[in-house]
């Protein structure tokens, strides 16, 4: 009787793995800085979670600083700043992913429908450009518009109307559309960009014996476009629904100028965590740790579940 102790498919593998680092050596050297930068940035810095379970003592360091268990946790979600912080993040990731999603594809099929080259690449180069200018140029465009004194809203739109000037850093009803329409603006062009790459790749053989049989526009986007881009509306959905929980500090920390009267619409984890590290207060660190640490579980978990979802529906569409 042959026994089989499985030595050699270990030597097998052991020489396959040797054989393919000597034959792909300058790929995998290629591989080293994105690997050193994932170490650096992703890996290390998860020894700091340890701070959301400690009472930070700066004289003492954080290793030596007192555990006290779940007490920040407790400590957060004792105060109403939970409920606003989880809500205003959720809802408005909720707005971003949904409508985005819409007008993303809408974005993205309305561009690789104009034949002319010129009026293509124009428009995707006006849409683009907002998505690389920093939020800090863009809070102050915001500024130009909606300052109380010098304002265009108040000097100009409103007076066309007969409408009072309206003080817009301290009114926190309209700043749900105000950012709502600055994310828009800045990311929609670059949002679709994954979109038209796609649109772009679908086999133009389809299209061309859609049309012999008599199919309009609406009718090969609807059944050749749409369909086609699928899987990639999937993948797109999952990574939103990952970072629901993380919200653009820019966007909500920048634009609003971090006004106070604004916190029960515009604060959200990312504009939290930061103004109580600036507070200074005694648990400010530890409170701060504990809402980071609260973000990243959720989001974990809700990319776990919307795969799974995914996985049982149509399992070659989850990512894993």
């Given at each position: ?5 499985g ?6 593998r ?11 050596f ?10 050193i ?7 290390l810095?998860m ?40 809500r ?10 949904t409508?985005?999603?819409v ?8 561009l ?10 124009t428009?995707?180069?006006?849409m683009?450009m ?10 102050y ?8 004194e010098?304002?265009f809203m ?13 003080d817009w ?17 800045q ?6 960009i ?11 053989n389809?299209?061309e014996a859609a049309?012999?049989d ?25 990574m ?6 993380n919200?653009?500090f ?6 609003p100028?971090n006004s ?5 619409t ?8 930061f ?46």
């Amino acid at each position: 009787m042959k026994i089989n102790t499985g030595i050699g498919s270990h030597v097998k593998r052991r020489g396959t793995v040797k054989t393919e680092l000597k034959k792909n050596f300058s790929l995998f050297t290629m591989m080293i800085p994105g690997l050193i930068h994932l170490i650096l940035f992703a890996y290390l810095p998860m020894f700091g979670v340890i701070i959301a379970f400690k009472k930070i003592n700066f004289a003492q360091g954080i290793l030596k600083s007192p555990w006290v268990g779940l007490q920040n946790f407790k400590f957060l979600f004792n105060t109403s700043d939970a409920w606003i912080i989880t809500r205003n993040t959720v809802l408005y990731n909720l707005l971003f992913i949904t409508l985005g999603l819409v007008l993303h594809l809408i974005v993205a099929i309305g561009l690789n429908e104009v034949r002319n080259k010129v009026i293509s690449k124009t428009c995707q180069t006006m849409m683009l450009m907002p998505h690389f200018m920093s939020m800090v140029v863009i809070s102050y465009i915001a500024f130009a518009f909606f300052s109380n004194e010098t304002g265009f809203m108040n000097h100009k739109i409103l007076p066309m109307f007969g409408m009072e000037p309206v003080d817009w850093y301290v009114n926190p009803k309209p700043w749900p559309y105000i950012l709502s329409i600055v994310h828009f603006w800045q990311n929609l062009g670059y949002g679709s960009i994954v979109y038209l790459a796609s649109i772009a790749g679908i086999d133009k053989n389809l299209y061309e014996a859609a049309e012999i049989d008599g199919a309009n526009k609406w009718n090969q986007i609807t059944n050749i476009t749409i369909p086609c881009l699928k899987p990639v509306i999937i993948i797109m959905l999952i990574m939103s629904i990952g970072k629901i929980f993380n919200a653009d500090f820019g966007l909500f920390y920048q634009v609003p100028q971090n006004s106070g009267a604004l916190y029960s619409t515009t604060s959200t984890i990312n504009t939290y965590v930061f103004n109580m590290m600036k507070s200074g207060s005694a648990n400010s660190m530890g409170m701060s740790s504990a809402a980071a640490f609260y973000q990243s579980i959720v989001g974990f978990i809700l990319v776990v579940a919307s795969n799974a979802v995914v996985h049982k529906i149509d399992p070659e569409r989850a990512m894993f």
